[in-house]
């Protein structure tokens, strides 16, 4: 299986619906990085998706963005794919 990673903050409706969903498709670890107490990570995050909110996921190498796009990306039937690496 795929490397999950997740850019988050503690107070994050998206974020929360973001680990749900995963956890519902298998997910058993979750690399959160939390850019609210470690602010030079908003900048990395920044840097490489080129978006200033929260979540920005990535399963291994692939940017999937937001909880929309992860939802999107479940529901074309996308997700357990790449999830599965």
């Given at each position: 299986m795929n490397s999950v990673r997740m850019y988050c903050t503690a107070v994050c409706p998206y974020c929360v619906r973001a680990e749900m969903l995963l956890r519902q498709?298998?997910?058993e670890q979750i690399e959160k990085i939390r850019i609210d107490t470690d602010p030079s990570q908003r900048d990395v995050m920044i840097a490489a998706t080129g978006r200033r909110t929260?979540?920005?996921i990535y399963i291994g190498d692939?940017?999937?963005g937001g909880f929309d796009d992860l939802a999107a990306l479940d529901r074309a039937g996308g997700l357990q794919a790449l999830l599965a690496g």
């Open positions: 498709r298998g997910v929260v979540p920005q692939t940017h999937v």
